[in-house]
Antibody, heavy 121, light 107 residues
Framework: QVTLKESGPALVKPTETLTLTCTLS??????????VTWIRQPPGRALEWLGRIDWDDGTVYRSSLETRLTISKDTAKNQVVLTMTNMDPVDTGTYYC?????????????WGQGTPVTVSS | EIVMTQSPAILPVSPGERVTLSCRASQRVATNLAWYQQKPGQAPRLLIY???TRAPGIPATFSGSGSGTEFSLSISSLQSEDFALYFC?????????FGQGTRLEIK
């Protein structure tokens, strides 16, 4: 069974660095064709694509976040990690990770339940 | 970036009814359109991809249609478990963008 589970702090202060972990089960982050994407949802707004990492370590980031965002993977732990620096209250929202199997399609076929993050002093 | 618009934000419907939700793209996306269902506290679930193809395990009560800029998701004979948030997503262009969703509520 394919599952993804996000974890990390629920509260961070402005200017701090956020680190979130997406733990994968039922598939490997290093399998050819696998992509893991981070998506967030600010309160009352639409989902926002943040960036993604592929099985071959290729990454693409939202242009507005390129200087603050890093997505990496730990193959041994089968995890994908999001690091976002210089957090601001506008970064408050629920953060999701989602899987794409490029061998099948370009959509998100499995998602985590999301983890809420509040940026406040 | 392509803006996805869904309306209304909340739609009251009665169990057993057929409902059609709409999604509009600000630019043509061909059929690179997906629909997802989300219930409170749960992960979003892929329903439809390619505008009209049901994802594995999705019942035939769900159907999608459209191409270009206008899309719809229909649910026939609403069951209690269908009352949820539904959102669309385009994947033809970067960044991938989502609609704000339509929430089905029990009338």
């Amino acid at each position: 069974q394919v599952t993804l589970k996000e974890s990390g702090p629920a509260l961070v202060k402005p200017t701090e660095t956020l680190t979130l972990t997406c733990t994968l089960s039922g598939f490997s982050v290093s399998t050819s064709g696998i992509r893991v994407t981070w998506i967030r949802q600010p309160p009352g707004r639409a989902l926002e694509w943040l960036g993604r990492i592929d099985w071959d370590d290729g990454t693409v980031y939202r242009s507005s976040l390129e200087t603050r965002l890093t997505i990496s993977k730990d193959t041994a732990k089968n995890q994908v990690v999001l690091t976002m620096t210089n957090m601001d209250p506008v970064d408050t929202g629920t953060y999701y990770c989602a899987r794409t199997d490029l061998n099948w399609n370009y959509v998100f076929d499995s998602w985590g339940q999301g983890t809420p993050v509040t940026v406040s002093s | 970036e392509i803006v996805m618009t869904q309306s209304p934000a909340i739609l009251p419907v009665s169990p057993g009814e057929r409902v059609t939700l709409s999604c509009r793209a600000s630019q043509r996306v061909a059929t690179n359109l997906a629909w997802y269902q989300q219930k409170p506290g749960q992960a979003p679930r892929l329903l439809i991809y390619g505008a009209s193809t049901r994802a594995p395990g999705i019942p035939a009560t769900f159907s999608g249609s459209g191409s270009g800029t206008e899309f719809s998701l229909s649910i026939s004979s609403l069951q209690s478990e269908d009352f949820a948030l539904y959102f669309c997503q385009q994947y033809i262009d970067w960044p991938i963008t989502f609609g704000q969703g339509t929430r089905l509520e029990i009338k």
